[in-house]
C-alpha cells in the first residue's frame, strides 16, 4: 500500500495540533490531580480532553494517562514533556500504547 509523501505533508500538522492539545489536556490534569484516586483522576482528564477539544483519543490512552497521573507524585521536578510517548509509542506485542513506564520496568 503505497502513500502519496504529499498525503503526509498534509496529515502532519493536524496530527501535531491534534497531540498538543492532548498534552495541554494532561498537564492540566497532572497539575491539578496527580497522586488522587484514579476514577477522580480519570473523570477530569476526559473533561481536558473535552475542553480541548481533543475527546477523540483511544480510551486505553486515556486510562492508562490517568493511571499514571493518579500513581503520580506531584512536585516540581515532573514534566508533561513525555505526555506524548504513551500516545504515540505503539506497545510491544499489541495495539495497546505503551509508555516510558513499561520499559523502566522490563
Same mark, same amino acid.
Given at each position: &500500500?503505497?502513500? /502519496?509523501?504529499?498525503?503526509?505533508?498534509?496529515? &502532519?500538522?493536524?496530527?501535531? $495540533?491534534?497531540?498538543?492539545?492532548?498534552?495541554?489536556?494532561?498537564? *492540566?490534569?497532572? $497539575?491539578?490531580? $496527580?497522586?488522587?484516586?484514579?476514577?477522580?483522576?480519570?473523570?477530569?482528564?476526559?473533561? $481536558?480532553? +473535552? /475542553?480541548?477539544?481533543?475527546? @477523540?483519543?483511544?480510551?486505553?490512552?486515556?486510562?492508562?494517562?490517568? +493511571?499514571?497521573?493518579?500513581?503520580?507524585?506531584?512536585?516540581?521536578?515532573?514534566?508533561?514533556?513525555?505526555?506524548? /510517548?504513551?500516545?504515540?509509542?505503539?506497545? +510491544?506485542?499489541?495495539?495497546?500504547? +505503551?509508555?516510558? &513506564?513499561?520499559? *523502566? @520496568?522490563?
Amino acid at each position: &500500500m503505497a502513500v /502519496d509523501p504529499g498525503e503526509y505533508d498534509k496529515a &502532519m500538522p493536524i496530527v501535531a $495540533a491534534h497531540l498538543a492539545k492532548i498534552e495541554r489536556a494532561v498537564g *492540566r490534569t497532572r $497539575a491539578s490531580h $496527580a497522586g488522587q484516586p484514579f476514577a477522580a483522576v480519570h473523570r477530569a482528564l476526559a473533561e $481536558a480532553l +473535552r /475542553d480541548e477539544g481533543a475527546q @477523540r483519543v483511544v480510551p486505553q490512552v486515556v486510562e492508562e494517562l490517568a +493511571r499514571q497521573i493518579s500513581e503520580a507524585v506531584a512536585g516540581p521536578s515532573e514534566s508533561a514533556g513525555w505526555v506524548s /510517548d504513551p500516545v504515540t509509542t505503539p506497545a +510491544r506485542g499489541g495495539g495497546h500504547p +505503551r509508555t516510558a &513506564m513499561d520499559d *523502566r @520496568r522490563s
